[in-house]
């Protein structure tokens, strides 16, 4: 056998070691796995940029249904442009229709006023919205001094 090697199992009349050691496959399958969780979050951001308003208060919210609100004013449904309110209002209806229970998220720059963000809000109570959500960032607090 020109190149082949011949590993033999140190106890005696043992034979060949034929098992394939699987450890460093799961290793690397478990740490690509925590890779593509963690970067996961970011492939999946948000297309429009916004900057939305600080709170220190808040929790995570997925849904199928996100309107975001830019200076202008802009609108999107699902980070597609939409041009009229009644637009909005049918297809938050029609994502209604399909899943009562959806929680719409409502996404406003800082920069938009309070009464354009109002006006949506009732946009989406008036589709039969019982719920919605406000996406806000998270707001760092200095730490306090002694």
Same mark, same amino acid.
């Given at each position: ?80 442009? +939409?041009? $009229?309110? %009644?637009?909005?209002? #049918?297809?938050?209806?029609? /994502?209604?229709?399909?899943? @009562?229970?959806?929680? =719409? ?14 006006? +949506?809000? $009732?946009? %989406?109570?008036?589709? #039969?919205?019982?719920?919605? /959500?406000?996406?806000?960032? @998270?707001?760092?607090? =200095?730490?306090?001094?002694?």
């Amino acid at each position: 056998m020109a190149g082949g090697a011949n590993y033999q199992d140190e106890d005696a009349g043992a034979g060949m070691i034929a098992d394939i050691n699987v450890t460093p496959l799961v290793d690397i399958t478990l740490v690509l796995l925590i890779i593509f969780m963690v970067t996961a979050k970011l492939i999946v951001s948000r297309g429009i940029a916004v900057e939305t308003p600080k709170t220190v208060s808040g929790s995570e919210v997925r849904t199928k249904l996100e309107l975001t609100i830019e200076p202008g004013p802009r609108w999107y449904v699902n980070g597609e442009a +939409i041009g $009229d309110k %009644v637009v909005i209002e #049918g297809q938050v209806k029609a /994502a209604l229709a399909d899943d @009562p229970e959806l929680r =719409p998220i409502i996404t406003a720059d800082e920069r938009v006023p309070h009464g354009e963000v109002m006006e +949506i809000i $009732d946009l %989406v109570k008036q589709a #039969g919205a019982k719920r919605f /959500a406000m996406t806000t960032s @998270p707001k760092v607090e =200095p730490a306090p001094s002694p």
